[in-house]
C-alpha cells in the first residue's frame, strides 16, 4: 500500500518590513487572489485597507500540498 503523501498546511508569522497596507502585504507574498486575502485579513483581524507599519507581525498561511 502507498502511503499518502499530503502535508498539512502551515501558520507562518513574519514580520511587516515596511509600511504598507495590508493587502500591498499580501501581494508582495504573492497572495494575489481575492478570497484568500479575505480570509487571511479574517484571520489576522484586520481589513484588507488597513495601514501597517514596519515590525508589526501577521499571519499567513504556507499551503502544504
Known sequence: RKK???KPDR???VNVDK???F???L???KVS???EQETL???NGLNLNDQLTAGTKIKLIDKGD
Open 33 to 35: 487572489e481575492d478570497k
Open 4 to 6: 499518502l503523501s499530503v
Open 41 to 43: 485579513a479574517l484571520l
Open 23 to 25: 493587502k500591498q502585504i
Open 11 to 13: 501558520v507562518l508569522i
Open 27 to 29: 501581494e508582495n507574498f
Open 19 to 21: 509600511p504598507a497596507t
